[in-house]
């Protein structure tokens, strides 16, 4: 069971907006920044969105993030086939420990 | 372009210790303002944060694995390495090394490809 709460499916057609929510508490998304990575089908994690919102060079502007109090939301619109893959929240907690959320498999229907 | 590659056993006995190697290309361990860490992700199932390692040698790991784990760094060889103490089939995992850059923001920003450990008799 991971401390950081995500849905474990989401699911869009092509061109629709997805949102995946990652939920914590006081002392890791409430007092720590969240950054999100995007797994392909036997890949390494890649870094998605840093710093609750910034997306990093080469990371199309149709990825947004967004936190508010203990909870964080990953965004991804004009949803494309090859946004199928797993995505991942994470953030430290206030004693120094790396967390995960558990995980959401997105599916482009 | 930093790279890093995880090396060592695919295959541990149960209750035999678990060591794994990442060697870092493209940079110096010992430069810049990261941590060296261990994640590691059982088949079908998310990712677990095992610990963290700085050059300086300062340590973090994940409270429920910290009686069994140990985080090294060799700056003359450019590696970091983890051990796994007294391990079962549950500690069966793709284990990944992952450098962490913090400063005006902290992220995973460079992965290696990760290696599958199986414990098994």
């Known amino acids: 069971q991971s401390v950081l709460t995500q849905p474990p499916s989401a699911s869009g057609t092509p061109g629709q907006r997805v949102t995946i929510s990652c939920s914590g508490s006081?002392?890791?998304?409430?007092?720590?920044?969240v950054n999100w990575y995007q797994q392909l089908p036997g890949t390494a994690p890649k870094l998605l969105i840093y710093?609750?919102?910034q997306r990093p060079s080469g990371v199309p502007d149709r990825f947004s993030g967004s936190k508010s109090g203990t909870s964080a939301s990953l965004a991804i619109s004009g949803l494309q086939s090859e946004d199928e893959a797993d995505y991942y929240c994470?953030?430290?907690?206030?004693?120094?420990?790396?967390?995960f959320g558990g995980g959401t498999k997105l599916t482009v229907l | 372009q930093v790279q890093l590659q995880e090396s060592g056993p695919g295959l541990v006995k149960p209750s035999q210790t678990l060591s794994l190697t990442c060697t870092v290309s493209?940079?110096?361990?010992?430069?810049?303002?990261?941590?060296w860490s261990w994640i590691r992700q059982p088949a079908g199932k998310g990712l677990e944060w095992i610990g963290r390692?700085?050059?300086?040698?300062?340590?973090n790991y994940n409270p429920s694995l910290k009686s069994r784990v140990t985080i090294s760094v060799d700056t003359s060889k450019n590696q970091f390495s983890l051990k796994l103490s007294s391990v079962t089939a549950a500690d069966t995992a793709v284990y990944y090394c992952?450098?962490?850059?913090?400063?005006?923001?902290?992220?995973?920003?460079?992965w290696g490809q990760g290696t599958l450990v199986t414990v098994s008799s």
């Open positions: 006081s002392s890791n998304i409430g007092s720590n920044t």
């Open positions: 390692i700085y050059t300086s040698g300062s340590t």
């Open positions: 710093s609750n919102n």
């Open positions: 994470a953030a430290w907690d206030d004693s120094l420990n790396g967390l």
């Open positions: 992952a450098r962490y850059s913090y400063g005006y923001a902290g992220y995973f920003d460079y």
């Open positions: 493209g940079g110096s361990i010992s430069s810049g303002s990261y941590y």
